[in-house]
């Protein structure tokens, strides 16, 4: 096998999680050292970083083919570690949530691993049954592969995830065709079940309220967005240098997690921040590139989805601290402090370098929305899904 590097990809990487390591030793060293260790959070993401590049190099060298014979497997560890963090001893609560296993100091969060795993078997499901995504029974059978994870991390709580979880499963399913009125179908019954579960707990209609009004909550919801927009404001276009925010060491909790964003404005600038926003641009960019010239439908599927992941996280996180969307504990991927996240996300990039590699095996156009024909070298043609009507 021809197995090609795409070296983009690569390098937008690296760069997005060199800077990562920076800002989170910026914006925790002070608080760190009060701690006794300024060098506690650095230490612990680069660890999470070597971890990360380990599981990133072997699944780049992995062909797809194994990824799919495994996905069980995968799948199975996902949801065994969802239902272990209900268990007493075992789980790990911060913030009201149990979201994590703690073993020691280290503590894993399974839901960051569940959106791979999820996306892994709805992409092998979809490929089997391409062409036939216009039938509601593949549409149902489909929607239950999420499910089981979605509801796993639903009890934790966190909204945040789940609403991930299916808005990814949604998104492949426009991708690999389904019809615009199924589409609007399942996106309103989306809609009607989320809206029901924001209104079932009080704190998630307190971030919605906050968002529309955040002064009028200013010392307890809306604290976090007030704080984050005063602390862009003060750093201006070009920042008050590295190291010299003043949000993170009085304003800002926990600065280098969720608000990470907001210390780099700050330090950095407006500027800086905009090349950051460009350097996630080039990863999608690519990440699309890569779908596009994927070796099979399930590699597309898979490599579009997970472009989407990583895009969108980065959107909606950025989007909170400019307070353009309601507050969810979404980490800045590659850049935020966060264990489980920074192996996730690296394990989605190797996951991506394969089906690149791989795509040199074969000239691959996709299909409705990306219309067009999948076919690989040699005497193998498979057909694309067809656009509604077609």
């Known amino acids: 096998m021809n ?13 997005l999680t060199v800077v990562g390591l920076v800002m989170v030793y910026s914006a925790s060293a002070v608080v760190a050292a009060e701690h006794g260790d300024e060098m506690r959070f650095l230490t612990r993401q680069l660890l999470a970083i070597a971890g990360g590049l380990l599981l990133c190099g072997v699944t780049a060298f992995t062909p797809t083919g194994v990824l799919r014979r495994y996905r069980h497997g995968i799948y199975a560890a996902c949801l065994l570690g969802l239902i272990l963090t209900y268990v007493p001893g075992i789980q790990h609560k911060a913030n009201g949530a149990a979201r994590w296993l703690g073993f020691g100091s280290i503590h894993l969060q399974p839901s960051e691993f569940a959106k791979i795993a999820v996306l892994v078997s709805l992409a092998h499901f979809l490929d089997r049954y391409r062409g036939k995504i216009g039938d509601w ?26 609403a991930i979880i299916g808005g990814l499963a949604a998104i492949m399913l426009f991708v690999a065709g389904m019809r615009p009125h199924h589409i ?40 976090h967005t007030i704080q984050s927009w005063l602390a862009m404001h003060s750093g201006g276009l070009w920042g008050q240098g590295l190291g010299n925010s003043h949000a993170k060491l ?16 700050e330090e950095l600038g407006l500027v800086r921040l905009v090349i950051i926003i460009i350097f996630f641009g080039i990863f999608v960019w690519r990440g699309l590139v890569i779908a596009r010239r994927a070796r099979d439908a399930f590699g597309m599927f898979l490599a579009a989805t997970l472009t989407a992941m990583i895009g969108f996280e980065a959107f909606f996180n950025l989007a909170v601290v400019m307070g353009m969307v309601p507050p969810k504990g979404l980490v800045l991927p590659f850049i935020s402090y966060g264990s489980s996240a920074m192996l996730a996300n690296l394990w989605a990039v190797g996951v991506l370098l394969s089906i690149a590699a791989e ?25 694309a899904p067809t656009a509604p009507g077609a």
């Open 3 to 15: 197995r090609s590097i795409d070296f983009w990809l690569i390098a937008v990487t690296a760069l």
């Open 137 to 162: 029974r593949v549409i149902g059978a489909a929607a239950l592969i999420p499910l089981p994870l979605m509801l796993g991390t639903l009890g934790q709580p966190d909204f945040g995830t789940t």
């Open 184 to 223: 609007l179908a399942i996106g309103g019954l989306g809609s009607i079940a989320a809206v029901g579960l924001v209104m079932s707990a009080q704190y998630r209609m307190n971030r919605i309220t906050s968002f529309t009004d955040p002064w009028a909550s200013e010392k307890a919801e809306g604290y």
């Open 250 to 265: 009085h304003f800002l909790p926990e600065p280098w997690t969720d608000y990470i964003a907001a210390v780099i404005a």
């Open 359 to 383: 795509g040199n095996e074969a000239d691959v156009t996709v299909g409705w929305p990306l219309r067009g024909v999948f076919s690989t070298s040699g005497s193998r043609t498979v057909a």
